[in-house]
């Protein structure tokens, strides 16, 4: 069964999809052993595996790596620090919403992952900032408390022919 959700986590597959191609693929069978006279476990059967890990805190990671010489923890901060990496990127992609820009010449492309660096640096700074005023650890709520803020210019014509002009802001809340 285990191997079963390896082939799932692999693929990205729903436990209907796993149940379909494991009939349905000889490499599938090949993997998991299984002869075309074996009982293949339907989808149900594959989530209530996967359910029961969950409940006695046996999900585990597996980490493939050809770096030798590592210990399984060093690894794993490695690998951490990789996610973070990523995180960075992602960070400008969907909060900032700044989209990749392909690069022609080499020094382009440093200085677009010095800037990917310092949004980096930014966010974790606000991160520490949120955390100490005690919102929480995520910046994402700076840019969703910002986001609740509504400006609005009220224009009020006179008799005279002039306009009084106001520019109205809706009550902060108390983070704001």
Known sequence: MFKILVLKSL????????????RDRLSFREFLGLTFADTVPDARTIWLFAER?????????????NITGCSAKDLW??????????????????????RPIWHQK?????????????TYVLWKT??????????????????DEIGNISLVDVVLPTKSGTEIKKRCITQPTEHQ
């Open 11 to 22: 693929y990205n597959l729903s436990d209907e999809n796993t149940e379909l191609l494991i």
């Open 53 to 65: 890990l969950k409940e006695e805190n046996m999900e585990r990671y597996l980490l493939r790596t």
């Open 77 to 98: 901060k490695v690998y951490i620090q990789l996610t973070e990496a990523e995180a960075a990127f992602r960070i400008e992609k969907n909060d900032l919403r700044i």
């Open 106 to 118: 080499e020094e382009r492309v440093w200085t677009h992952i010095l800037v990917c660096f310092l």
């Open 126 to 143: 606000q991160g520490q900032m949120i955390k100490c005023a005690g919102l929480g650890g995520e910046p994402r709520r700076i840019l």
